[in-house]
């Protein structure tokens, strides 16, 4: 099957600067697929690659099979949902909705049509003759969808597009996107530096460090069985054990991933001390120092919590402890 999107060997040089360096990456079509990184590490210049806003110092993007990195953002079947919304404040939310169909010829009365069967895909329907002003951040938000989707693109580019939203919000519309892109199939790729919004959001994640993919993969792949250290500590923050403890405890010398919720405490064979701890709601974060390294332990709520300077047994199962034999990040 063609891929929706495809980069082969693509970087982005900024004088010295390698925001992307060799990027070889496929997206499917009709996939939910999240770029994850932290700021700078490449993503959101990916997004802009394939939107046509950058072009690529070396290296191919072709979009459903056609060679597109000469071609202008324009004659691209994708649109991008930016993080502010970019809307028109002086024009009405049909207007806004409207104005790619207006720039591509479209007459009135079809223009309206359309904009009304964008806003009611995003649950807008009847707010058309208002102002971006009168509207709540999450009404925006659905703006820029409709937008977007109005233009009919095979691909929509989402550029961090739930930062501007509080955390009930976000959440909200994490399942509001997720819903949208299933009911009209297209793909979607979503830029995002949090990685819950990956983990739940998509279908598959690239992860970025350094203008580098780390890994791609399945939100389980990604979070169980991290290739690099970087993925381990960024996806979920584990615990990475470094090459000599886990030689201590498995005969292999590799860094090795072990998630913070896999541990037990008060059996076990690893000994350490209790340094701090967290409260976070549904579970204390515990820290522990052993002989090797500082672990953090996940107890959930209702378990017992030791107090500060208490000595521990660690434990876990076997299948726990993930060894990175091919880290390279």
Known sequence: MTAAVSFKSVSRHF??????????LDIAEGEFFALLGPSGSGKTTCLRLIAGFEQ?????????????????PYRRPVN??????????????????AYGLMIAGQ????????????????????????????????????????RALVMKPKVLLLDEPLGALDLKLRE??????????????????FVTHDQGEALSMSDRIAVFNEGRIQQT?????????????????????????????????????????????AITLGEGTLSGKVVSLSFLGAATRVEVDTARARLNVLLPKGRPV????????????????????HAHG
């Open 15 to 24: 004088g010295t600067v390698r925001a992307v360096d060799n990027v070889t």
């Open 56 to 72: 690529p110092t070396s290296g191919r993007i072709s979009i459903f099979g056609e060679d597109a990195t000469a071609t202008p």
């Open 80 to 97: 991008t949902v930016f993080q502010d919304y970019a809307l028109f404040p002086h024009l009405s939310v049909e207007d806004n909705v």
């Open 107 to 146: 007459g009135k009365a079809e223009r309206r049509r359309q904009a009304g069967e964008a806003l009611e895909l995003v649950a807008l329907s009847g707010f058309g003759g208002r102002k971006p002003s009168e509207l709540s951040g999450g009404q925006r938000q659905r703006v820029a969808l409709a």
């Open 172 to 189: 909200a519309m994490q399942g509001e996107l997720k819903s949208l892109q299933r009911q009209l199939g297209i793909t979607f790729v």
């Open 217 to 261: 993969g399945s939100p389980s792949e990604v979070y169980d069985r991290p290739e690099t250290p970087f993925v381990a500590d960024f996806v979920g923050s584990s615990n990475v054990l470094p090459p000599e403890m886990v030689r201590e405890l498995t005969g292999t010398s590799a860094p090795a991933s072990l998630r913070p919720e």
């Open 306 to 325: 030791p107090a500060v300077g208490d000595a521990v047994m660690l434990g876990w199962p076997a299948d726990a402890l993930h060894v990175m034999e």
